[in-house]
């Protein structure tokens, strides 16, 4: 409640602030390569990525470098990964749910999604962004067999160097209820979650000043690799390791 008060006695300079990030901000394209394709040898693992911005790999030159093309690799030693990409700049998660609902069906088995910042910056209530994040969940189980599903937090937004004050102050105190909304979803759901942590390090953000760069969507792509890693061992009684270097 604190944070509407604030936020209506802030409107105009945040009205202001937000119209002049928009067009000053950087724009960054979807970086070039495939975004659906198999990899790798040994159990099929059918695996779709869905979302925004950030999960589409917005800050690197080419998807071998983003989230995605880092998954695969950590992925492809040890199963043979049928991957996809449903991710698209500027979506919130009532377009990442029209967009899959009109998608035509087709089996998966493991989901990671990207989605919150687009839900901040357009004014999303948490309430909507809650209903929409669990029937979302719904969506992925019951249309596309999804058996994980592994939702991201919402990064620190109140660190985003794009950001100038206090817009930055208040999209970082929104995107914070927000993602306590989204851990909500996990545990209710029994679904896996991905804390994002930022120690205000900006050699590790895109140019722009608002997207991860190459290192932090290696480190978020082997943050979900241990996910499924523990999932698909508790399926098969198996192990296997995976290396991600220096985390």
């Not at 950087?26 to 693992?45: K, V």
């Not at 979650?193 to 900006?202: C, L, P």
């Amino acid at each position: 409640m604190w944070q509407l008060l604030v936020g209506v006695l802030l409107a105009p300079i945040l009205i202001v602030q937000g119209l002049s990030t928009r067009w000053t901000t950087e724009r960054l394209p979807e970086p070039e390569g495939n975004r659906r394709g198999r990899s790798g040898s040994g159990p099929l693992l059918r695996v779709l990525i869905v979302g925004d911005s950030a999960a589409a790999g917005v800050g690197c030159e080419h998807q071998q470098q983003a989230l995605l093309g880092h998954l695969v690799r950590l992925l492809s030693p040890h199963f043979t990964v049928e991957y996809q990409l449903a991710a698209f700049t500027g979506d919130t998660s009532k377009d990442c749910l029209e967009k899959l609902n009109a998608r035509p069906v087709f089996e998966c088995d493991v989901v990671l999604t990207s989605l919150g910042v687009n839900d901040v910056t357009s004014g999303c209530s948490a309430g909507k962004f809650e209903q929409r994040q669990d029937q979302l969940a719904s969506l992925l189980q019951n249309k596309f067999g999804a058996t994980q599903i592994i939702l991201s937090g919402l990064p620190p937004m109140g660190y985003f160097p794009a950001l100038p004050q206090p817009l930055r102050w208040f999209l970082g105190s929104r995107a914070t209820v927000l993602d306590f909304r989204l851990r909500k979803i996990a545990t209710e759901r029994n679904l896996d979650y991905i804390e994002f942590e930022f120690d205000g390090d900006t050699s590790v953000v895109a140019s722009d000043g608002y997207h991860p760069g190459p290192k932090v969507y290696e480190h978020w792509a082997g943050l979900a690799v241990e996910l499924i890693q523990t999932h698909q061992n508790n399926k098969s009684n198996a192990s296997f390791d995976y290396s991600l270097g220096d985390k």
